[in-house]
Each structure stands twice: as structure tokens, then as C-alpha cells.
């Protein structure tokens, strides 16, 4: 099954959201959050290209320091916000600990969402990990768009994202490598 479409649609989603100066939140487990970090990985500095810094933004790092700022204006470049929600142990042992397990990414949702641009990809190879799910539910009633990667069935995250990709397998490794 084309995904072409789905696929077409996250994209306007994540363009758009973007471009609104929105941010994108991810999650997933295991593999999955693997799979978030290295999203966050492409989207916080160049990918298939440099993102070279504004000359605006280069005066201003010159102004503060001339030294430093030479060599930053460099090196660095823009990027695109981006949070992996899986990335931080000790908010997710506290919220594990003091409010409930499942709920670990939906609390972050609820820390980090400012605008209505903001985004959320959630990834679980089943479409049913509860933690994704809530945070799915969270998003969505915080208005912000919802983009889900799954397995075939789309799992009850069918219910809480505006596109699903859900790629036409149930294994979890064929689900994760379609997910890569």
C-alpha cells in the first residue's frame, strides 16, 4: 500500500508548523525513541545541506565576542526545534515515579506545548503504546497537529493523530526498518 499521500500530508504539517514557529515533539520507545533522537538529529542542524547562520546572527555572536564569535559563525547553523521526549531520564523517572509510567511523554506534551504550531510524532510499532497514545490524546486536545508511525493496523492511535503512516507490516523489526 502507497503511504504517498500520508506522506505528503506530514509533510504540509510539519512545513507549515514549522514556518509558524512551531516546534516538534517526539516519542516513541525502545527503537522508537531511538528513531526520535535521530530525527531530532537531522531537523537541530543541516542534513543534506549546511543551514549557514543569518548575518544578523553572526554580528550579534561577533558583538558579544569577537574571538568566539568568528568561530561560531563558522561552524554553527540553523536548525529546527526539535525535543525528544524520551531523551530526558530524570523527568521520566520523576513522572514515572510520582504521577504514572504511562504518562511520562503526556506530561512533557503538557510542558513544552506553546502554540498551536507546535507538532507531535509519535512512533510505536503497534500503534498502541500507552504512553504514545496519551501523549497523542494530549496533543490533540491541546489542538496541536498529531502525526503517528505505525505498523499495519495504526493501533489506537488511529483515534488521536491528524496522519497516521501506518506501513504494512506487524513484525516489529520489518516495522521499525520501514520506519528508518
Same mark, same amino acid.
Given at each position: 500500500?502507497?503511504?504517498?499521500?500520508?506522506?505528503? &500530508?506530514?509533510? &504540509?504539517?510539519?512545513?507549515?508548523?514549522?514556518?509558524?514557529?512551531?516546534?516538534?515533539?517526539?516519542?516513541?520507545?525502545?527503537?522508537?525513541?531511538?528513531?526520535?533522537?535521530?530525527?531530532?538529529?537531522?531537523?537541530?542542524?543541516?542534513?543534506?545541506?549546511?543551514?549557514?547562520?543569518?548575518? &544578523?546572527?553572526?554580528?550579534?555572536? $561577533?558583538?558579544?565576542?569577537?574571538?568566539?564569535?568568528?568561530?561560531?559563525?563558522?561552524?554553527?547553523?540553523?536548525?529546527?526545534?526539535?525535543?525528544?521526549?524520551?531523551?530526558?531520564?530524570? /523527568?521520566?523517572?520523576?513522572?514515572s515515579n510520582d504521577i504514572a509510567?504511562? /504518562?511520562?511523554?503526556?506530561?512533557? @506534551?503538557?510542558?513544552?506545548?506553546?502554540?498551536?504550531?507546535?507538532?507531535?510524532? !509519535?512512533?510505536?510499532?503497534?500503534?498502541?503504546?500507552a504512553n504514545v497514545v496519551y501523549?497523542?490524546? @494530549?496533543?490533540?486536545?491541546? $489542538?496541536?497537529?498529531?502525526?503517528?508511525?505505525? !505498523?499495519?493496523?495504526?493501533?489506537?492511535?488511529? &483515534?488521536?493523530?491528524?496522519?497516521?503512516?501506518?506501513?504494512?507490516?506487524?513484525?516489529?523489526?520489518? @516495522?521499525?526498518?520501514?520506519?528508518?
Amino acid at each position: 500500500a502507497s503511504l504517498q499521500r500520508e506522506i505528503e &500530508d506530514a509533510i &504540509d504539517i510539519l512545513v507549515d508548523g514549522f514556518k509558524q514557529g512551531g516546534k516538534l515533539l517526539l516519542c516513541g520507545n525502545g527503537g522508537s525513541s531511538a528513531d526520535s533522537d535521530h530525527i531530532v538529529g537531522e531537523l537541530a542542524k543541516g542534513f543534506r545541506k549546511r543551514r549557514p547562520l543569518s548575518p &544578523d546572527t553572526i554580528n550579534l555572536l $561577533n558583538d558579544y565576542n569577537s574571538d568566539m564569535g568568528t568561530f561560531m559563525g563558522q561552524r554553527l547553523q540553523t536548525g529546527l526545534p526539535a525535543i525528544n521526549l524520551g531523551a530526558h531520564s530524570a /523527568l521520566i523517572s520523576a513522572v514515572s515515579n510520582d504521577i504514572a509510567p504511562d /504518562l511520562v511523554f503526556a506530561q512533557q @506534551v503538557l510542558a513544552y506545548h506553546q502554540s498551536e504550531h507546535d507538532m507531535l510524532i !509519535g512512533i510505536s510499532t503497534s500503534g498502541n503504546s500507552a504512553n504514545v497514545v496519551y501523549a497523542c490524546a @494530549v496533543a490533540r486536545a491541546l $489542538n496541536m497537529n498529531t502525526i503517528g508511525l505505525s !505498523g499495519a493496523s495504526g493501533g489506537q492511535m488511529l &483515534d488521536h493523530c491528524d496522519v497516521m503512516l501506518c506501513v504494512p507490516y506487524t513484525e516489529t523489526a520489518s @516495522v521499525q526498518e520501514r520506519h528508518l
